[in-house]
């Protein structure tokens, strides 16, 4: 049972243009969401959470939107950039659980120079 | 910028020998997570410690794998015997609570022969 979904599993996009990463859920208790982003043989790294309370957050480049009605999630970056090449993941919590996350199975976004 | 640790960075051995991860969290978090990724799936909880007190090791098979906290800096993770089908990449994530991002070490890179 996948309660976080990715359906996108890679992603290219050119270099200034923006970039939509997209992300399903189906547990409706879930109520805190975060992006990571994971470069090769590295760990991921946190990129940016939003509360269940707020259907929008943003930070610089990358902004969080959140659809509860539709249980979805995306990730924005514009402009895109080489860089940001990386397999990116969507996790999410639920109240019940602590902070246990539960991971989609992560998208690899390619920006062209 | 502090870090969570994990030793060592790759570990190849043959089937059947005992298998020891080990993973120091950032200093003052309370909660320690022990995740592995493979080819055909995005990351898989195997399980979490809260203030060093086993929370859920549900995702761990049972009979081979074992996870302790010993004390506050070092977390462990043991493959005993070890089997091929263990081969993947485990990491070790920190953090604090709910409503707070975890942060992940750069994994253990495990290859069983």
């Known amino acids: 049972d996948q309660q976080v979904k990715q359906n996108s599993p890679s992603l290219s996009v050119q270099e200034g243009r923006i970039s939509i990463l997209n992300c399903d859920y189906t547990n409706s208790m879930f109520d805190y969401f975060l992006w990571y982003k994971k470069y090769p043989a590295e760990g991921p790294t946190f990129l940016i959470s939003?509360?269940?309370?707020?259907d929008k957050n943003e930070d610089g480049r990358f902004t969080v939107f959140l659809n509860k009605s539709a249980k979805h999630l995306s990730l924005h970056i514009v402009p895109s950039q080489p860089g940001d090449s990386a397999v990116y993941f969507c996790a999410a919590s639920d109240g019940t659980s602590g902070s246990r996350l539960t991971f989609g199975e992560g998208t690899q976004l390619t920006v062209n120079p | 910028d502090a870090r969570v640790t994990q030793t060592p960075r790759h570990k190849v051995t043959e089937m059947g020998q005992e298998v020891t991860m080990r993973c120091q969290p950032i200093?003052?978090?309370?909660?320690v997570f022990w995740y592995r990724q493979t080819m055909m799936q995005g990351l898989e909880l195997l399980a979490y410690f809260r203030n060093r007190a086993p929370l859920d090791d549900s995702g761990m098979p049972k009979d081979r794998f074992s996870a302790e906290m010993p004390d506050a800096t070092l977390a462990t993770l043991k493959i005993q015997p070890s089997e091929p089908r263990d081969s993947a990449v485990y990491f070790c994530?920190?953090?604090?609570?709910?409503?707070?991002?975890?942060?992940f070490g750069d994994g253990t890179r495990l290859s069983i022969l």
């Open positions: 939003i509360s269940s309370i707020k």
């Open positions: 200093l003052g978090h309370n909660t």
């Open positions: 994530a920190s953090g604090l609570s709910k409503g707070q991002p975890q942060h």
